[in-house]
């Protein structure tokens, strides 16, 4: 199948979303035999790697669409995702509780986005 392949994983995730209870199932890969990572290594393995992605990747991809995003050639993807690391560190600074209602905000209040990058009020 695939050269150093060692063993493969399932984690089922369960959350409830507004009142609703959600089940995801996701899959896995790894080079590491099961001598060397047991389940319950997997499983730490697999929330470390969310840790280090939300801060960012998590925000991009969730609330700015990233993956979703098409373009594939040239520098442009690497052009999007600079503006989308600089969309996140300006939505870092609107007062709100999480970056989507940060956007819904700027949305209804667009002299805030304005003076957030530097637009002079009333111009």
Not at 81 to 99: E, F, P
Request: charged share 25%; net charge positive; proline share 4%.
């Amino acid at each position: 199948m695939w050269k150093g392949l060692k063993q493969g994983f399932k984690v089922t995730r369960e959350r409830m979303v507004k009142g609703a209870r959600t089940v995801e199932v996701v899959h896995g890969i790894t080079s590491l035999s099961a001598e060397r990572a047991d389940a319950a290594t997997l499983l730490g393995l697999v929330r470390d790697h969310w840790r280090i992605e939300n801060p960012l990747h998590y925000v991009r991809d969730v609330t700015l669409g990233e993956d979703a995003c098409r373009v594939r050639k040239g520098t442009a993807p690497q052009v999007l995702a600079a503006l989308r690391n600089a969309v996140v560190h300006l939505l870092s600074g609107v007062r709100a509780k999480n970056h989507p209602e940060a956007i819904e905000q700027l949305q209804i209040h667009p002299d805030q986005a304005q003076a957030l990058i530097g637009i002079p009020q009333g111009e």
